[in-house]
């Protein structure tokens, strides 16, 4: 018997002229069946609901089909609908309910709300267009087809601890238009420079948010004639909708099938993708911002209220969504699974995580069910988990984020003290040796991979702004430079701003080498923020969400003009690939006792070998890592940093049983000798003792 | 501007020309022109495009519904695609599916 011959996929009536029937309750969302299309959506405190129909970009309805109090089941109204063209039509939700701020509920039946399951959204097809403010529904849920041929895609299926990570801006990557690619800012714009990422050697991309958002939110015009946008999109309004503005087909609906196909070429190069997810708010602000789902739907599920029906505001952006309410949860399990299986995503960073781990009132929980939830689940069980352990509500949880054995943690720790030591800050070196080997601080009871790694991200100055600027410069963001954060630990090198002070630059570029070996060598899992392996600067704006434009656009030029830095970078990428002893997943301290003849893995150093400068004006610190190459042979690595204002001599540990040490990298030269292609490091003359430049850092390798 | 759909089955080939634009509208006959050019199992589909100027994702759907009926043991043949049409089997990945060539295979 054929599926189309079950009584269940029979129409039992009809409205508003439509054969309908009873649907399925669950999958929630729309799915297309063999000969109609299943609506399901769930409202706890809904007394009605009527699923709207449109022709595609049609701004009146086509049909408003009133749900019979027979399709409902619990708190959930679900409806079979034959005869449609699933192509063509976009649909939406009217609620009926209370008004009743104080009790939590705003059900406004005038509303048409989107979906929360919508596949896909209409109303942003492309970057900036045409906005349509009076449109009566802006964001449009729409059907999508799961039929990609993705041939046997596998995903890479890295350990953890040998990721290297690139926090990439999707459209940023190409959209300037020195990129050359042929659809400038789109998902095909960066499958074009799969090569680029393959070449520089990262094996991971981190993409900031990609899920339905509305880039013209709060976007305003500057005296100028700059306008402002929301250029990030931590802002969801879709969680299951991929960006349709990102895609250049996104105008003609297949936007999932152009992301896909940059998942699956981002495999086949060997690159996992991870993506930031926001699920700590919506795009619906406060009571005061649009109503374009979730507040329709079920504004008291949805949302943390005060218990005089306010919005809580641990997000920092009008609204928090509460994601350990068990129906919210769900809601988010459901999306995460979703894009794992269905869209091949390997990881996601979940961006103020510490907000899920709250409960639906705001305080903290010691055992959080959504965190559990996601770190035991099967269909997630080979994804990455990773937590931005902070949120603004004031919850910061790094190293101690609730990780059930999964969950990593950007280590903000880490952030702050490398960059406290590379500008001299004294007494940094115990601290810094804590960052170095994973921060076992923080981590003791989870390992290194516990511990992302990074000195810059998304968020504050790029690597070459660090060392650029003393504060930050967010004029252009039309603030009176009030926004964004003013701890930023960077020291402008003598001069704020652009220099043509030779000596000025050089510092610069010596402490942007500085900075990537530090992250190069650490133990735990090293994040790059696009953009720096070629001295990007945003001209010291350390918050530039709202700058779709050359302040935040990667400039491809930088390749060519800063090949020396690129290069530079790319080498020590490959230089950590090549040697385990940087990527070890157990503390150092444990299991020292079997190494016979060998010196223990890790071992601290100063300007005297064997003895670092713990003291509190100290500004140097060395280390060697020993250990064992792929093939078995024995490897040491030698890491010394100067941080003192002039050269200083460091004596040298002997390396067991006749290897000598080779030099890689010592950021004091000018490139090309800054660093050395891997198995052409020369031999160190003096294998006793090496002069280190002032500011700079040195890497040997045993051979 | 409607689609026009003429098909032929030579020996093992079956060949679809298609002229106008492949929408939503037309898609429907478009899938119906495979179903009947597959009956005879043949083990090569060309798909002549030179005359389709544009393709919506319906269009795109037919094709991934093509490929996957006909299964891996079936060739399928993309020939003179219009540059917007190329565009939209690049940008969407399906390209890696199928041979696009400039004329027939013999």
């Known amino acids: ?703 | 501007m409607s689609l026009e759909i003429a098909s032929a089955v030579t020996g093992s080939t079956a060949t679809i020309t298609l002229v106008g634009e492949l929408d939503a509208a037309s898609a429907p006959a478009f899938r119906e022109a495979i179903e009947k050019a597959t009956t005879g199992a043949p083990n090569r589909l060309v798909l002549e495009l030179g005359g389709l100027s544009f393709m919506a994702s319906a269009g795109l759907r037919v094709l991934i519904f093509a490929k996957q009926k006909l299964g891996t043991g079936v060739s399928l043949y993309v020939v003179a695609p219009q540059a917007p049409v190329l565009d939209t089997l690049e940008k969407t990945g399906f390209v890696q599916s199928v041979y696009v060539v400039a004329s027939a295979p013999t």
């Open chain 1, 1 to 703: 018997m054929s599926p189309d011959q079950r009584i269940d996929y029979y129409p039992t009536r009809e409205v508003a002229g439509y054969r309908v029937r009873p649907g399925r309750p669950l999958p929630f969302g729309a799915w297309l069946g063999p000969s109609g299309v299943n609506f399901s959506v769930f409202s706890n405190n809904a007394t009605a609901c009527t699923l709207v129909l449109f022709e595609r970009h049609e701004r009146t309805p086509k049909a408003e089909i009133d749900l019979p109090e027979e399709f409902r089941v619990g708190n959930v109204w679900s409806v079979m609908v034959f005869d449609l063209d699933a192509e063509n039509i976009e649909y939406a939700f009217r609620m009926d309910g209370p008004f009743d701020p104080p009790a939590g509920h705003r059900f406004d039946r005038s509303k048409l709300l989107c979906d929360p399951y919508a596949k896909a959204m209409g109303g942003r097809d492309v970057w900036l267009g045409d906005p349509d403010w009076l449109n009566p529904y802006i964001h449009r849920s729409r059907l999508i087809f799961e039929d990609f041929d993705w041939e046997d895609d596998r995903r890479p299926g890295h350990p953890i601890g040998d990721l290297v990570i690139y926090e990439a801006h999707l459209r940023g990557f190409t959209r300037h238009p020195s990129s050359g690619v042929k659809a400038a800012g789109t998902y095909a714009g960066l499958r074009e420079k799969i090569p680029y990422l393959r070449a520089l050697g990262i094996n991971c991309i981190e993409l900031m948010p990609i899920f339905e958002f509305d880039e013209w939110e709060n976007s305003r015009e500057l005296p100028d004639g700059q306008r402002l946008v929301n250029y990030w999109g931590y802002s969801t309004l879709g969680f299951f909708a991929p960006k349709a503005g990102y895609a250049a087909t996104g105008k003609y609906g297949m936007q999932a099938d152009e992301l896909k196909a940059l998942v699956k070429d981002l495999h086949r190069a060997g690159i996992e993708v991870m993506l930031d997810v926001v699920f700590n708010h919506t795009g619906e602000g406060n009571e005061r911002g649009p109503t374009i789902s979730f507040r329709g739907i079920d504004n008291k599920t949805y949302y943390m209220l005060t218990p005089d029906g306010w919005y809580y505001n641990f997000s920092g952006t009008g609204n928090t969504l509460a994601c350990n309410n068990p129906v919210v949860r769900s809601m988010v399990l459901d999306c995460l699974r979703y894009w794992a299986a269905e869209y091949h995503i390997d990881g996601f960073r979940f961006d103020l995580a510490s907000i899920l781990g709250r409960d639906v009132y705001g305080a903290p929980l010691s055992n959080p069910p959504l965190l559990e939830t996601l770190a035991a689940d099967p269909v997630l069980a080979r994804c990455k988990l990773i937590a931005e352990a902070w949120d603004p509500g004031g919850l910061y949880q790094v190293g101690s984020f609730p990780s059930y054995g999964r969950w990593a943690e950007w280590n903000g720790r880490y952030r702050d003290d490398v960059r406290r030591f590379l500008i001299g800050e004294p007494g940094m070196a115990a601290a810094m040796a804590q960052r170095i080997q994973g921060s076992p601080d923080l981590y003791w009871a989870r390992g290194t991979t516990a511990s992302v790694n990074f000195v810059t991200c998304h968020d504050g100055f790029t690597l070459l702004d660090l060392f650029s600027y003393n504060g930050k410069h967010n004029e252009a963001n039309g603030e009176d430079n009030n926004d964004g954060s003013n701890d930023n630990h960077s020291w402008n090198s003598g001069w704020e701003g652009p220099s043509t002070d030779p000596t000025v630059n050089a510092l610069r570029a010596r402490q942007v080498r500085n900075a990537f070996v530090v992250l190069l060598t650490s133990q735990g899992i090293p994040l790059i923020l696009m953009g720096d392996e070629v001295g990007h600067s945003q001209g010291g704006n350390n918050n530039a969400y709202c700058q779709d434009n050359e302040i935040s656009w990667f400039d491809w030029g930088l390749c060519e003009r800063n090949a020396d830095l690129l290069r530079f970078v790319t080498t020590m990428i490959a230089f950590r690939r090549a040697h385990p002893v940087l990527r070890t997943r157990i503390w150092f301290d444990r299991g020292q006792s079997d190494r016979d003849g060998e010196y223990p893995f890790l071992t601290f150093h100063g300007t005297e070998a064997w003895s670092a400068d713990f003291s509190g004006a100290s500004r140097t610190l060395a280390f060697m890592l020993e250990g064992r190459l792929e093939n078995g042979a024995r490897d040491a690595v030698y890491v010394a940093m100067n941080m003192y204002w002039e050269g200083l001599s460091y004596t040298l540990p002997e390396p067991l049983d006749g290897r000598r040490w080779h030099v890689v990298a010592n950021t004091s030269l000018p490139s090309p000798h800054d660093i050395y292609d891997l198995g052409a490091e020369p031999l160190l003359e003096d294998q006793r003792r090496i002069l280190m430049g002032a500011r700079s850092v040195m890497v040997l390798v045993t051979r």
